[in-house]
Nanobody
């Protein structure tokens, strides 16, 4: 059974940093695309970073220049470094590990709260 586990969330002051981790117990992890999403109360889930098997990344404008995704295929883990955090970054952060159109796995999420 595939498991995807996020960790690293917490409470941080505006301007601070956090590093999230997404660990997947999955064979051939290196061929999977990994997306980081977030969902704030009352809002839709949105993509904040995507990292392809070849480590090419994509970020929406809201986080570009502040968030950086990276992957360690040997450890089957993807990281999300979040710098200069803002109160509007407060949300539950989820990791999606996917391949093709029909294969994808979600984690349970980790809470990030940015507040003074």
């Amino acid at each position: 059974q595939v498991q995807v586990v996020e960790s690293g969330g917490g409470l941080v002051q505006p301007g601070g940093s956090l590093r999230l981790s997404c660990a997947a117990s999955i064979d051939s992890f290196s061929i999977y695309n990994v997306g980081w999403f977030r969902q704030a109360p009352g809002k839709q889930r949105e993509l904040v970073a995507n990292i392809l098997p070849n480590s090419i990344t994509y970020y929406p404008d809201a986080v570009k220049g502040r968030f950086t995704a990276s992957r360690d295929n040997f450890k089957k883990t993807v990281f999300l470094q979040m710098n200069n955090l803002k109160p509007e970054d407060t949300a539950s952060y989820y990791c999606n590990v996917g391949y093709g159109r029909t294969t994808n796995y979600w984690g349970q999420g980790t809470q990030v709260t940015v507040s003074s």
